[in-house]
T-cell receptor
Framework: SQQGEEDPQALSIQEGENATMNCSYKTSINNLQWYRQNSGRGLVHLILIRSNEREKHSGRLRVTLDTSKKSSSLLITASRAADTASYFCATGPRAGGFKTIFGAGTRLFVKA | DAGITQSPRHKVTETGTPVTLRCHQTENHRYMYWYRQDPGHGLRLIHYSYGVKDTDKGEVSDGYSVSRSKTEDFLLTLESATSSQTSVYFC????????????FGPGTRLTVL
């Protein structure tokens, strides 16, 4: 079974609105990463948050991590049509492991 | 996609034929991965490599084999292709000292008829 599960599966918003995507996971992690995938392309790394961090910002992205609830959220502020893509969370395991486990993704559609 | 190429980018083949997909990197990253992506499943790990000649199975390895004879190349072989292996295949690389952030290739769309 997958480690990360995103919610919602799909999200449609107007340009300028904020988009929030959530991710839940099951086991202890070293870090949690968010990736973006445009249609027909490979995944691109957006942001990483370590297990000892609670919040991180990068441009219009804000990521939070709650290890007690085993959940994370990705907020995209002031969305643009170009943000239309699928977004995946991925968990990096503890204890020196390197197998990152990906969720099924949230499809975001931003209407111009 | 810089530094990672996959070949071929598209392939149509028939059930029962062997197929080999190639991933080539110029980043000298130690770890390489093969994933498949199917609707509703996200990315699922097929095999991975943690060094030359060092490989291990992922969660969906049945029907697949891999080889890594050089740091820069990671080959995925479908020994006898089946229709259930129709998918988009992604190669990725990472370096554990860099928080294991993964960098992805552009993908190979494989159709097995």
């Amino acid at each position: 079974s997958q480690q990360g599960e995103e919610d919602p599966q799909a999200l449609s918003i107007q340009e300028g609105e904020n988009a929030t995507m959530n991710c839940s996971y099951k086991t202890s992690i070293n870090n949690l990463q968010w990736y973006r995938q445009n249609s027909g392309r490979g995944l691109v790394h957006l942001i990483l948050i370590r297990s000892n961090e609670r919040e991180k910002h990068s441009g219009r992205l804000r990521v939070t991590l709650d290890t007690s609830k085993k959940s994370s959220s990705l907020l995209i502020t002031a969305s643009r049509a170009a943000d239309t893509a699928s977004y995946f969370c991925a968990t990096g395991p503890r204890a020196g492991g390197f197998k990152t486990i990906f969720g099924a993704g949230t499809r975001l559609f931003v209407k111009a | 996609d810089a530094g990672i190429t996959q070949s071929p980018r598209h392939k149509v083949t028939e059930t029962g034929t062997p197929v080999t997909l190639r991933c080539h990197q110029t980043e000298n990253h130690r770890y390489m991965y093969w994933y498949r992506q199917d609707p509703g499943h996200g990315l699922r790990l097929i095999h991975y490599s943690y060094g030359v000649k060092d490989t291990d199975k992922g969660e969906v390895s049945d029907g697949y084999s891999v080889s890594r004879s050089k740091t820069e190349d990671f080959l995925l072989t479908l020994e006898s292709a089946t229709s259930s292996q129709t998918s988009v295949y992604f190669c990725a690389i990472s370096e554990p000292d860099l928080d294991n952030e993964q960098f992805f290739g552009p993908g190979t769309r494989l159709t097995v008829l």
